[in-house]
């Protein structure tokens, strides 16, 4: 008998396992706390790699519309130093190893992909519990339960499945990523668009960064990166816009004004974005019946890893659950045993990377890195 799986969770691992389970035809519900697709922005670009991302689409039977929303050009990418001298210039070489698609796109793609009723929106969980049978119950905010053979936590940083399973909780790690936009850059911001150019800039010095990605339409997304106390960005109050952007841009008083319109032209408010981690070997005791994919199992500081991760843990279960039918321990233990030394060898790597990006020798540690010089894992 197949189990129904109860996948806690839409973003693209939760929607990435439940496609590959619908491939197999294995029944599957996905929980979501978001009252809809469309209720909230669904971030900026993704570089889906050819070695997990690529392969989870792959194996959802949804590489062909991958490909149909790649960002083309999106691939190059630029390393400066705060004077906005060019430092290395890697252009998009065609090869597909990481191209670029807008995130919502490729939600949509998955949604798309799935029975109207797969998912059920305005679904938030507030707890879950073991029940004697070796069940598990999911309880929401409205008050509603589900009871289930098999819960899968695909909800992210804080999710409210995995004390099910580990008493682990995310730690701030010293570091915030400070997001804003610029729009119709080429025309009213042509200066700092070239200075992006056609992918993703990387300005940094030791504690600090401007980064920036270009998205569809001539739309740049920047990324602040601060090294700073959490009690330093509570301190500032983004509900005053002008202030918040002042504040910000004061730590890049001498940078390149080029590269400063990304924040003191920002288009939109600053939105905080603190950095937090799981335990680098964050894992848990097999117990019957629940595990945990994505960010939910091992959450770290971002390295253009996060979301291929979570896809190809969802491809991963999903297939061991197919190739186990009617014994789901025999899949979730095949899986964890698979995925915890996966996300650790990942979470080292992202480590090593944070210390490219913005330790003592940035930016020259990145350029080492482009160019062969430097490892990251």
Same mark, same amino acid.
């Given at each position: 008998?197949?189990?129904?799986?109860?996948?806690?969770?839409?973003?693209?691992? @939760?929607?990435?396992?439940? +496609?590959?389970?619908?491939?197999?035809?294995?029944?599957?519900?996905?929980?979501?706390?978001?009252?809809?697709?469309?209720?909230?922005? &669904?971030? @900026?670009?993704?570089?889906?790699?050819?070695?997990?991302?690529?392969?989870?689409?792959?194996?959802?039977?949804?590489?062909?519309?991958?490909?149909?929303?790649?960002?083309?050009?999106?691939?190059?990418?630029?390393?400066?130093?705060?004077?906005?001298?060019?430092?290395?210039?890697?252009?998009?070489?065609?090869?597909?190893?990481?191209?670029?698609?807008?995130?919502?796109?490729?939600?949509?793609?998955?949604?798309?992909?799935?029975?109207?009723?797969?998912?059920?929106?305005?679904?938030?969980?507030?707890?879950?519990?073991?029940?004697?049978?070796? +069940?598990?119950?999911?309880?929401?905010?409205?008050?509603?339960?589900?009871?289930?053979?098999?819960?899968?936590?695909?909800?992210?940083?804080?999710?409210?499945?995995?004390?099910?399973?580990?008493?682990?909780?995310?730690?701030?790690?010293?570091?915030?990523?400070?997001?804003?936009?610029?729009?119709?850059?080429?025309?009213?911001?042509?200066?700092?668009? +070239?200075?992006? @150019?056609?992918?993703?800039?990387?300005?940094?010095?030791?504690?600090? $960064?401007?980064?920036?990605?270009?998205?569809?339409?001539?739309?740049?997304?920047?990324?602040? &990166?601060?090294?700073?106390? &959490?009690?330093?960005?509570?301190?500032?109050?983004?509900?005053?816009? $002008?202030?918040?952007?002042?504040?910000?841009?004061?730590?890049?008083?001498?940078?390149?004004?080029?590269?400063?319109?990304?924040?003191?032209?920002?288009?939109?408010?600053?939105?905080?974005?603190?950095?937090?981690?799981?335990?680098?070997?964050?894992?848990?005791? +097999?117990?019957?019946?629940?595990?945990?994919?994505?960010?939910?199992?091992?959450?770290?500081?971002?390295?253009?890893?996060?979301?291929?991760?979570?896809?190809?843990?969802?491809?991963?279960?999903?297939?061991?659950?197919?190739?186990?039918?009617?014994?789901?321990?025999?899949?979730?233990?095949?899986?964890?045993?698979?995925?915890?030394?996966?996300?650790?060898?990942?979470?080292?790597?992202?480590?090593?990377?944070?210390?490219?990006?913005?330790?003592?020798?940035?930016?020259?540690?990145?350029?080492?890195?482009?160019? $062969?010089? @430097? &490892?990251?894992?």
């Amino acid at each position: 008998m197949t189990t129904h799986v109860t996948i806690i969770g839409a973003g693209l691992g @939760g929607l990435t396992l439940a +496609r590959v389970l619908h491939v197999h035809g294995i029944p599957a519900t996905v929980y979501e706390a978001e009252a809809s697709p469309v209720s909230r922005a &669904q971030g @900026g670009m993704l570089d889906i790699h050819d070695h997990n991302g690529q392969l989870a689409l792959k194996a959802a039977g949804l590489f062909d519309e991958f490909l149909g929303i790649v960002h083309p050009g999106a691939e190059a990418s630029r390393v400066m130093g705060k004077d906005g001298k060019v430092l290395l210039d890697e252009p998009d070489d065609g090869a597909g190893r990481r191209p670029e698609v807008p995130r919502g796109a490729l939600r949509r793609i998955l949604i798309d992909s799935l029975p109207a009723d797969a998912i059920r929106w305005g679904h938030k969980v507030t707890g879950a519990r073991s029940l004697d049978d070796g +069940r598990h119950e999911v309880t929401f905010a409205d008050g509603t339960t589900v009871t289930t053979g098999l819960l899968v936590g695909a909800d992210g940083a804080w999710s409210r499945v995995r004390p099910l399973l580990s008493d682990a909780m995310p730690e701030y790690v010293g570091l915030s990523i400070i997001e804003t936009y610029l729009f119709d850059s080429d025309t009213h911001h042509p200066a700092t668009a +070239r200075a992006v @150019g056609n992918g993703s800039l990387f300005a940094l010095a030791p504690g600090k $960064g401007i980064s920036a990605h270009r998205e569809p339409d001539g739309v740049l997304h920047t990324y602040v &990166q601060l090294a700073k106390p &959490q009690e330093w960005l509570d301190a500032v109050d983004f509900a005053d816009a $002008g202030a918040a952007r002042a504040l910000v841009a004061a730590e890049f008083e001498d940078w390149a004004p080029e590269l400063t319109a990304l924040i003191t032209d920002g288009e939109t408010p600053l939105v905080p974005r603190p950095v937090n981690t799981l335990p680098g070997d964050h894992r848990w005791d +097999r117990v019957p019946g629940v595990t945990l994919l994505g960010d939910a199992a091992h959450l770290m500081p971002p390295s253009g890893e996060g979301a291929n991760l979570a896809m190809y843990d969802a491809a991963e279960l999903g297939n061991a659950l197919a190739a186990h039918p009617g014994d789901p321990e025999s899949a979730l233990t095949a899986y964890e045993e698979a995925m915890f030394p996966r996300s650790a060898a990942e979470a080292a790597a992202s480590a090593q990377l944070q210390d490219l990006l913005l330790g003592e020798n940035a930016p020259h540690s990145l350029v080492d890195f482009f160019t $062969g010089k @430097g &490892q990251a894992g």
